[in-house]
């Protein structure tokens, strides 16, 4: 079945383990996060990798280490997490991403740029603790 609108498992994986780390009092290992949330410890590992390589996470080594986020879960918004693993998000002008087209006017009416701006401004505007706190 089609979707309109689609998250990667990569980026649905970073949402919801940020979220579990913010609720967590602690540390919290990537076996604990992929075993709560039924996914891959090998493909989780890597989202939080790169979710520390955008400094939204601290990676704490040893038998009682983890993550843990790196800054306040109302100054990390849910764009930016959206972003760091799937990269930013462009407007296109055309849906089929053509420079040339035989109509005068696109048969979309900008409709895929006008969800795209509503999908991105919509999660710029939500916070991880706006999240956090919904869960």
Do not use: W
């Not at 409709?111 to 706006?130: A, C, S």
């Amino acid at each position: 079945m089609a979707k309109l609108v689609h998250f990667s498992e990569a980026a649905s994986l970073a949402l919801h383990a940020m979220v579990l780390i913010a609720k967590a009092d602690n540390h919290i290992n990537v076996s604990s996060l992929a075993s709560e949330m039924g996914a891959s410890r090998n493909h989780l590992a890597k989202v939080l990798q790169q979710l520390v390589k955008y400094n939204f996470l601290k990676s704490v080594r040893g038998p009682s280490g983890g993550f843990v986020l790196n800054k306040p879960p109302d100054q990390i918004s849910v764009l930016e997490i959206y972003e760091a693993i799937e990269g930013s998000i462009d407007l296109p002008e055309c849906p089929l991403d053509r420079k040339v087209c035989p109509f005068d006017k696109c048969l979309m009416n900008g409709l895929v740029t006008d969800v795209t701006m509503q999908f991105k401004k919509y999660f710029q505007e939500q916070t991880l603790e706006d999240f956090v706190t919904r869960s």
